[in-house]
């Protein structure tokens, strides 16, 4: 991924919204599993949810299931985690990665991707 850039600021309130984007280049993601990461200061990184390039079809964890939304856009080779309500424990390092043909039960696990997108840090303040 060519890079992980974010669209609003890195430090919000608990309640706001933030958008985060990652942008592929030099690689089709036809075939490929994109998925968003996070890692907490101390924690290990931790599944956030994915997208199936063909398809659209996403996965969540529970954590964040009905606030954050992951999106693409063809056109732009861009995949998109908009990430409502946030609350303190929200508050990591987000990454964005791809890997190719990763079936659903390995979609969770780090190891599954083969290209990570440099990390965006969101701060979410009480």
């Known amino acids: 991924m060519s890079s992980c850039r974010r669209l609003g600021g890195g430090l919000v309130q608990a309640g706001d919204s933030l958008r985060l984007s990652c942008a592929a280049s030099?690689?089709?993601?036809?075939?490929?599993?994109v998925g968003w990461f996070r890692q907490a200061p101390g924690k290990e990184r931790e599944y956030v949810g994915a997208?199936?390039?063909?398809?659209?079809?996403?996965y969540y964890a529970n954590s964040v299931k009905g606030r954050f939304t992951i999106s693409r856009d063809n056109a732009k080779n861009t995949v998109y985690l908009q990430m409502n309500s946030l609350k303190p424990e929200d508050t990591a390092v987000y990454y964005c990665?791809?890997?190719?043909?990763?079936?659903?039960?390995?979609?969770?696990?780090?190891?599954?991707?083969?290209?990570w997108g440099k990390g965006t840090l969101v701060t979410v303040s009480s």
């Open positions: 997208i199936r390039w063909s398809g659209g079809t996403t």
């Open positions: 030099g690689r089709t993601l036809s075939s490929y599993t």
């Open positions: 990665a791809a890997g190719n043909r990763i079936i659903t039960s390995q979609a969770m696990a780090p190891s599954a991707y083969d290209y």
